[in-house]
Nanobody, 119 residues
């Protein structure tokens, strides 16, 4: 089984920065897509950013230009650099990984890490 362990959440003032990390461990076949989702209180979980490869990624509109996703395939790790943070970025951030596990694929989630940007 694959485990995703996140780190890097916390409390930061508006305009500040945080860097989230997520490392996959366990019996891994091949991880393809990795990324981040978030869920604010009373709202549905939403996509933040996905990394399809080391050179191809996409972002939800509200974080474009402020957040940067990156990954290390050798370490099965994905990062989310969050700059110019706003109070509306406050949420629990969840790491996501899609694994090719023959004969199909498996989806994995981290336990979540809290990011709080006080208003």
């Amino acid at each position: 089984q694959v485990q995703l362990v996140e780190s890097g959440g916390g409390v930061v003032q508006a305009g500040g920065s945080l860097r989230l990390s997520c490392a996959a461990s366990g019996l891994i076949f091949r991880i393809t897509t990795m990324g981040w989702f978030r869920q604010a209180p009373g709202k549905q979980r939403e996509l933040v950013a996905l990394s399809y490869s080391t050179t191809y990624s996409n972002y939800t509109d509200s974080v474009k230009g402020r957040f940067t996703i990156s990954r290390s395939n050798a370490k099965n790790t994905v990062y989310l650099q969050m700059d110019s943070l706003k109070p509306e970025d406050t949420a629990v951030y969840y790491c996501y990984a899609n694994e090719q596990r023959p004969p199909g694929t498996s989806t994995h989630w981290g336990q979540g890490t809290q990011v709080t940007v006080p208003s």
